[in-house]
């Protein structure tokens, strides 16, 4: 039996492909669990400075693994929560990564594919990908912090007429919206995920970190904006990589970060 993630490194970038073809890379709970541990190395990995999430054989995800054996009734719920406590933590792995996540979006990217996907930093596409919140179509509602994650990148009305529609969304329309950042030629999706995640690598990884951080707390007003830049900003201005920006800035070269 195959691992549910494969890992490949190109360079300085580690692309993660989901490895369940047959299932169009439903995210099983094996698949969570070994995304999981998987993202955890590649931000331990000084030779790692960013992910790419892909999907194997034409597929992103198309969602969670339905077809799994259902419990007993007695303990549907209890594994139900377990399940989806797994498929959150991947999520949230996701959004507070150290490093740069790119979705790599070939073919379908449904239910919680969409899911993984919004959670990335970037979401670069094929010319023939789909985008579908899908939950609805099983009576359930969307999961993994969709409802987080996708007004922030089509805003609100649109979201939620994705989600009450469950419409597929083809890669044209994404683009246009802002649920895609670019799309990819046929033949040129890894290449071009990669050349996005290298750029987002750019980034002193300690100012990446913080950006994150504070996007991901969406201020409720200009004035807590203030406050977190008021904390923030002195202590990014007191690490090395903010001396050496500067210095590489003086000495018209390439700044090299060190994360510290």
Do not use: W
């Not at 799994?68 to 377990?82: K, V």
């Not at 989600?163 to 890894?190: N, Y």
């Not at 707390?217 to 807590?224: G, P, R």
């Amino acid at each position: 039996m195959s691992e549910p993630v494969s890992k490949t490194a190109l360079g300085r970038v580690t692309v993660l492909t989901m490895n369940a073809p047959e299932k169009m890379n439903a995210v099983s709970l094996e698949m969570r669990n070994a995304l999981i541990e998987s993202l955890h190395e590649c931000f331990l990995d000084d030779a790692c400075s960013a992910v790419v999430l892909a999907g194997a054989g034409g597929n992103f995800s198309a969602g969670g693994d339905i077809k799994s054996a259902r419990p007993a009734p007695e303990l549907l719920a209890r594994t139900l929560r377990h399940k989806l406590g797994r498929l959150q933590e991947l999520v949230r792995v996701i959004c507070n990564a150290p490093k740069p996540v790119v979705a790599a979006v070939d073919g379908k990217a449904y239910g919680a594919g969409l899911s993984l996907a919004t959670a990335c930093d970037a979401v670069v596409a094929q010319q023939g990908a789909q985008f579908c919140a899908a939950f609805g179509k099983v009576g359930l509602v969307p999961d993994a912090g969709l409802f987080y994650t996708l007004p922030r990148r089509v805003g609100a009305a649109r979201a939620q007429h994705m989600m009450l529609s469950a419409r597929v969304v083809p890669a044209g329309e994404a683009l246009d919206t802002g649920l895609v950042d670019s799309l990819a030629p046929e033949g040129e999706l890894i290449a071009m995920a990669c050349a996005e995640a290298e750029r987002l690598a750019q980034i002193a990884p300690l100012a990446f970190a913080a950006i994150k951080s504070l996007s991901n707390s969406s201020c409720a007003s200009l004035e807590q904006a203030f406050s977190e830049e008021q904390r923030l900003q002195p202590l990014l201005a007191m690490t090395e990589d903010n001396h050496e920006a500067r210095s590489a800035f003086a000495e018209r070269r390439k700044p090299v970060f060190r994360g510290r």
